[in-house]
């Protein structure tokens, strides 16, 4: 990494970008719209149920956290189990579509 890059750098990368992609709550102009999915925002402690590869059925406890992303416009969400500590995270965006007026999930 160059001087200047270290110079300009005061946090790590990984907490610039969060605190960038994060957002206090939904945009003014879409909440209502948002709100099917928004009404989730927090922690929740779940039971995961996972089929692994060898066609077994596990089931573990985990977290599922919510929150608003992209300057409220987005509610995204990472699912994860630490028991099953060979799997990453998994994480799924949702957006409000402007060409359908409803909800898009990716």
Do not use: K
């Amino acid at each position: 990494m160059s001087r200047r890059l270290q110079a300009l750098m005061t946090v790590s990368p990984r907490d610039s970008m969060l605190e960038l992609l994060s957002a206090a709550g939904p945009d003014p102009d879409h909440a209502e719209a948002m709100m099917l999915y928004g009404r989730l925002v927090g922690t929740w402690n779940i039971s995961n149920r996972y089929r692994f590869g060898d066609g077994q059925w596990r089931t573990a406890a985990g977290e599922w956290r919510f929150g608003w992303a992209l300057g409220g416009r987005v509610v995204q969400d990472v699912l994860f189990c630490p028991e099953f500590h060979d799997r990453y995270p998994g994480t799924t965006i949702r957006r409000l579509s402007e060409a359908s007026s409803g909800v898009h999930v990716v």
